[in-house]
Protein backbone atom coordinates (compact mmCIF):
# COMPACT_ATOMS: atom_id res chain seq x y z
CA UNK A 1 0.00 0.00 0.00
CA UNK A 2 1.26 3.69 -0.24
CA UNK A 3 2.97 4.89 2.44
CA UNK A 4 2.53 8.40 2.11
CA UNK A 5 -0.91 10.10 1.74
CA UNK A 6 -2.75 13.05 1.48
CA UNK A 7 -5.82 14.49 3.94
CA UNK A 8 -8.18 16.38 1.56
CA UNK A 9 -8.79 15.20 -1.94
CA UNK A 10 -9.72 18.70 -2.54
CA UNK A 11 -9.38 22.69 -1.96
CA UNK A 12 -10.89 25.60 -2.67
CA UNK A 13 -9.67 29.20 -2.07
CA UNK A 14 -10.35 32.33 -2.40
CA UNK A 15 -7.34 34.41 -4.69
CA UNK A 16 -4.83 36.44 -2.11
CA UNK A 17 -6.16 33.40 0.76
CA UNK A 18 -2.76 31.15 2.12
CA UNK A 19 -3.64 27.75 1.15
CA UNK A 20 -2.12 24.72 3.41
CA UNK A 21 -1.79 21.33 2.25
CA UNK A 22 -1.50 18.06 4.25
CA UNK A 23 -0.01 14.82 3.82
CA UNK A 24 0.68 12.52 6.49
CA UNK A 25 3.26 9.30 5.68
CA UNK A 26 3.27 6.25 7.75
CA UNK A 27 7.34 5.04 6.85
CA UNK A 28 9.21 6.87 9.50
CA UNK A 29 12.77 5.79 7.98
CA UNK A 30 12.24 8.28 5.06
CA UNK A 31 14.63 10.93 5.78
CA UNK A 32 13.73 12.66 2.12
CA UNK A 33 9.99 14.55 1.19
CA UNK A 34 9.22 16.49 -1.70
CA UNK A 35 6.35 19.09 -2.83
CA UNK A 36 5.23 18.69 -6.74
CA UNK A 37 2.70 20.14 -8.36
CA UNK A 38 0.91 18.67 -11.63
CA UNK A 39 -0.93 21.03 -13.74
CA UNK A 40 -4.17 19.34 -16.33
CA UNK A 41 -1.87 17.27 -19.09
CA UNK A 42 1.62 18.50 -17.74
CA UNK A 43 4.55 16.31 -16.13
CA UNK A 44 5.11 17.42 -12.14
CA UNK A 45 6.92 20.31 -11.65
CA UNK A 46 9.32 20.42 -8.56
CA UNK A 47 8.17 22.75 -5.40
CA UNK A 48 10.02 22.40 -2.57
CA UNK A 49 11.98 19.58 -0.84
CA UNK A 50 12.73 19.09 3.22
CA UNK A 51 15.29 16.96 4.53
CA UNK A 52 14.15 15.04 8.03
CA UNK A 53 16.87 16.97 10.07
CA UNK A 54 14.73 19.68 9.41
CA UNK A 55 11.17 20.57 10.14
CA UNK A 56 10.82 23.71 8.44
CA UNK A 57 12.23 25.43 5.11
CA UNK A 58 11.04 28.09 2.97
CA UNK A 59 11.05 29.11 -0.24
CA UNK A 60 9.46 31.45 -2.96
CA UNK A 61 5.89 31.86 -1.32
CA UNK A 62 5.64 28.15 -0.27
CA UNK A 63 6.89 27.21 3.19
CA UNK A 64 6.91 23.33 3.94
CA UNK A 65 6.30 22.02 7.49
CA UNK A 66 7.39 18.22 9.10
CA UNK A 67 6.50 17.07 11.94
CA UNK A 68 8.25 13.46 12.42
CA UNK A 69 6.27 13.01 15.99
CA UNK A 70 3.01 12.41 14.54
CA UNK A 71 4.56 11.64 10.66
CA UNK A 72 2.94 14.96 9.24
CA UNK A 73 4.07 17.20 6.28
CA UNK A 74 2.34 20.43 5.43
CA UNK A 75 2.54 22.69 2.19
CA UNK A 76 1.85 26.21 2.60
CA UNK A 77 1.71 28.37 -0.44
CA UNK A 78 1.40 32.28 1.11
CA UNK A 79 -1.07 34.80 -1.27
CA UNK A 80 -2.38 32.25 -3.56
CA UNK A 81 -2.79 32.98 -7.42
CA UNK A 82 -5.44 31.53 -9.83
CA UNK A 83 -1.82 29.96 -11.61
CA UNK A 84 -1.68 27.98 -8.40
CA UNK A 85 -4.76 25.68 -9.39
CA UNK A 86 -3.44 22.27 -10.38
CA UNK A 87 -2.48 19.11 -8.26
CA UNK A 88 -0.27 18.69 -5.40
CA UNK A 89 1.44 15.29 -4.44
CA UNK A 90 3.96 14.98 -1.44
CA UNK A 91 6.26 12.03 -2.41
CA UNK A 92 8.64 10.17 -0.03
CA UNK A 93 11.96 8.62 -0.84
CA UNK A 94 11.77 5.10 0.44
CA UNK A 95 14.85 3.11 -0.76
CA UNK A 96 16.08 5.63 -3.09
CA UNK A 97 13.04 5.83 -4.88
CA UNK A 98 10.45 8.47 -4.88
CA UNK A 99 6.81 6.99 -3.78
CA UNK A 100 3.70 9.42 -4.16
CA UNK A 101 1.10 10.52 -1.72
CA UNK A 102 -3.02 10.55 -3.18
CA UNK A 103 -3.02 14.54 -4.08
CA UNK A 104 -4.97 16.87 -3.71
CA UNK A 105 -6.77 19.67 -5.96
CA UNK A 106 -6.64 23.05 -5.16
CA UNK A 107 -8.77 25.63 -6.86
CA UNK A 108 -8.29 29.18 -6.59
CA UNK A 109 -11.16 31.44 -7.51
CA UNK A 110 -10.26 35.11 -8.32
CA UNK B 1 19.01 22.01 -20.45
CA UNK B 2 16.89 21.14 -17.94
CA UNK B 3 14.58 19.17 -19.63
CA UNK B 4 13.49 15.87 -19.74
CA UNK B 5 11.59 14.98 -23.42
CA UNK B 6 9.31 12.21 -24.11
CA UNK B 7 7.85 10.95 -27.28
CA UNK B 8 5.73 10.16 -28.60
CA UNK B 9 2.70 12.41 -26.76
CA UNK B 10 0.19 10.42 -27.41
CA UNK B 11 0.09 6.94 -28.71
CA UNK B 12 -2.61 4.70 -29.84
CA UNK B 13 -2.22 0.76 -30.01
CA UNK B 14 -3.70 -2.28 -30.09
CA UNK B 15 -3.43 -5.22 -28.18
CA UNK B 16 -1.37 -7.15 -30.69
CA UNK B 17 0.99 -4.26 -31.77
CA UNK B 18 4.66 -3.61 -30.37
CA UNK B 19 5.52 0.01 -30.07
CA UNK B 20 7.76 2.08 -27.83
CA UNK B 21 8.37 5.30 -25.62
CA UNK B 22 11.11 7.17 -25.57
CA UNK B 23 12.99 9.62 -22.77
CA UNK B 24 15.90 11.62 -23.30
CA UNK B 25 18.15 13.93 -20.65
CA UNK B 26 20.91 16.12 -21.65
CA UNK B 27 21.39 16.91 -18.36
CA UNK B 28 23.92 14.57 -17.26
CA UNK B 29 21.94 12.14 -14.87
CA UNK B 30 22.93 8.79 -14.22
CA UNK B 31 19.32 7.56 -12.83
CA UNK B 32 16.34 7.44 -14.65
CA UNK B 33 12.70 6.46 -13.84
CA UNK B 34 9.20 5.43 -15.17
CA UNK B 35 6.03 5.78 -13.63
CA UNK B 36 2.58 5.44 -14.60
CA UNK B 37 -0.28 7.40 -13.98
CA UNK B 38 -3.90 6.80 -13.97
CA UNK B 39 -6.32 9.67 -14.46
CA UNK B 40 -6.54 11.20 -11.18
CA UNK B 41 -4.04 9.19 -9.12
CA UNK B 42 -0.60 9.38 -8.52
CA UNK B 43 2.66 8.45 -10.22
CA UNK B 44 3.42 4.98 -9.72
CA UNK B 45 6.94 3.80 -10.07
CA UNK B 46 7.23 1.18 -12.61
CA UNK B 47 11.15 1.11 -13.31
CA UNK B 48 14.48 2.67 -11.98
CA UNK B 49 17.37 2.56 -13.96
CA UNK B 50 20.96 3.78 -12.19
CA UNK B 51 24.28 3.89 -14.24
CA UNK B 52 22.31 2.54 -16.98
CA UNK B 53 21.25 -0.55 -15.54
CA UNK B 54 18.06 -1.49 -13.50
CA UNK B 55 17.75 -1.33 -9.96
CA UNK B 56 14.21 -1.30 -9.29
CA UNK B 57 11.69 -3.07 -11.09
CA UNK B 58 8.24 -2.66 -9.25
CA UNK B 59 7.06 -6.21 -10.00
CA UNK B 60 6.03 -4.62 -13.05
CA UNK B 61 4.20 -7.39 -15.89
CA UNK B 62 6.52 -8.24 -18.69
CA UNK B 63 4.50 -6.94 -21.06
CA UNK B 64 6.32 -3.60 -20.00
CA UNK B 65 10.15 -4.06 -20.99
CA UNK B 66 12.68 -1.65 -20.11
CA UNK B 67 16.10 -0.18 -21.65
CA UNK B 68 18.50 2.31 -21.06
CA UNK B 69 20.80 2.35 -24.02
CA UNK B 70 22.98 4.72 -22.93
CA UNK B 71 22.80 7.43 -19.79
CA UNK B 72 20.79 10.41 -21.79
CA UNK B 73 18.41 7.50 -23.72
CA UNK B 74 15.50 5.21 -21.64
CA UNK B 75 13.03 3.60 -23.62
CA UNK B 76 9.43 1.66 -22.68
CA UNK B 77 9.44 -1.18 -25.00
CA UNK B 78 5.60 -2.53 -24.94
CA UNK B 79 3.97 -5.58 -26.44
CA UNK B 80 0.75 -6.99 -25.90
CA UNK B 81 -0.67 -4.50 -23.46
CA UNK B 82 -4.23 -4.91 -22.22
CA UNK B 83 -6.76 -1.94 -22.48
CA UNK B 84 -6.46 -1.45 -18.43
CA UNK B 85 -2.35 -0.26 -19.15
CA UNK B 86 -3.95 2.83 -20.70
CA UNK B 87 -2.53 5.77 -18.98
CA UNK B 88 0.10 8.72 -19.24
CA UNK B 89 3.69 7.44 -18.48
CA UNK B 90 6.02 9.94 -17.21
CA UNK B 91 9.95 9.37 -17.34
CA UNK B 92 12.47 11.31 -14.73
CA UNK B 93 15.58 11.66 -14.24
CA UNK B 94 18.22 12.84 -11.30
CA UNK B 95 21.41 13.45 -10.88
CA UNK B 96 21.62 10.14 -8.88
CA UNK B 97 19.32 7.59 -7.46
CA UNK B 98 20.50 9.10 -3.46
CA UNK B 99 19.26 12.61 -5.08
CA UNK B 100 16.03 13.51 -4.19
CA UNK B 101 14.95 16.11 -6.97
CA UNK B 102 13.48 14.22 -10.04
CA UNK B 103 12.86 16.40 -13.61
CA UNK B 104 9.80 15.07 -14.92
CA UNK B 105 8.83 14.97 -18.62
CA UNK B 106 5.29 16.22 -19.84
CA UNK B 107 4.33 12.34 -20.51
CA UNK B 108 3.56 9.65 -23.14
CA UNK B 109 -0.84 9.41 -23.12
CA UNK B 110 -1.00 5.70 -24.48
CA UNK B 111 -4.57 4.54 -24.89
CA UNK B 112 -4.45 0.78 -25.56
CA UNK B 113 -7.93 -0.28 -27.76
Known amino acids: GESVGLHLPTLSVQEGDNSIINCAYSNSASDYFIWYKQESGKGPQFIIDIRSNMDKRQGQRVTVLLNKTVKHLSLQIAATQPGDSAVYFC?????????FGKGTTLSVSS | DTEVTQTPKHLVMGMTNKKSLKCEQHMGHRAMYWYKQKAKKPPELMFV???????INESVPSRFSPECPNSSLLNLHLHALQPEDSALYLCASSQDRAAGELFFGEGSRLTVL
Open chain 2, 49 to 55: YSYEKLS
Open chain 1, 91 to 99: AENIRTALI
